[in-house]
């Protein structure tokens, strides 16, 4: 596991030197001096609980570097009620891909990888089965992002993505939903 996380650390690292003078997402607006994003999906923090924090690092007008944390982590849209209890987290590294000319936004499309670390616990026969959520997921995804000012961005995003753990499997399924509305602010 800790390699795993270390590889995404280096190819972060790795993409954000390479990003040094670049511009932001819209390709209509060159004039942008923006090359970083900050972001929350504040839909899943309000509906979930969920905290989702991202950074993103603009490489090109077509293309950005996104990572992300995933604080309290639900196998997609799962509530805690009923004594169902999330101890999981997540990184997640995408490379978005963004089309077309409008400078008030833009559609984007991602493959992603995400790394997903922690337990489900939940009551069954007067005690507490717990489940390991430790997993790999790849899938891909796509979104629209509103320029709605020089410094923020936000739209919707929905993504699918393939879990290749075996037991998250037996409990869940191993195809897992997932979207939300994000907040951006642009340095």
């Known amino acids: 596991m800790k390699k795993i996380l270390i590889t995404f650390l280096m190819i972060g690292l790795v993409g954000f030197s390479y990003g040094q003078n670049v511009i932001s997402s819209s390709s209509g607006n060159s004039t942008s001096e923006f090359t970083n994003e900050v972001k929350v999906n504040f839909l899943n923090l309000i509906a979930l609980g969920s905290i989702e924090a991202g950074f993103?690092?603009?490489?090109?007008?077509?293309?950005?570097?996104?990572?992300?944390?995933?604080?309290?982590?639900?196998?997609?849209?799962?509530?805690?009620k009923n004594g169902k209890n999330y101890k999981t987290n997540s990184v997640q590294a995408s490379m978005n891909f963004y089309f077309g000319n409008n400078p008030?936004?833009?559609?984007?499309?991602?493959p992603l990888?995400?790394?997903?670390f922690g337990e489900f616990e939940e009551p069954l026969d007067g005690g507490i089965a717990t489940t390991n959520m430790n997993s790999f997921l790849l899938g891909v995804g796509g979104g629209f992002k509103?320029?709605?000012?020089?410094?923020?961005?936000?739209?919707?995003?929905?993504?699918?993505?393939?879990?290749?753990?075996?037991?998250?499997?037996?409990?869940?399924?191993?195809i897992e939903f997932n979207a939300g509305f994000s907040l951006g602010y642009r340095f």
Do not use: C, M
């Open 56 to 80: 993103e690092k603009y490489l090109s007008d077509d293309h950005s570097l996104d990572l992300q944390v995933h604080l309290n982590d639900r196998f997609g849209f799962n509530s805690q």
């Open 104 to 110: 008030n936004g833009r559609f984007y499309l991602f």
């Open 113 to 116: 990888a995400k790394i997903r």
């Open 146 to 174: 509103w320029e709605f000012s020089p410094h923020f961005a936000f739209g919707p995003y929905g993504s699918i993505a393939r879990g290749f753990s075996d037991e998250v499997a037996e409990r869940f399924t191993r």
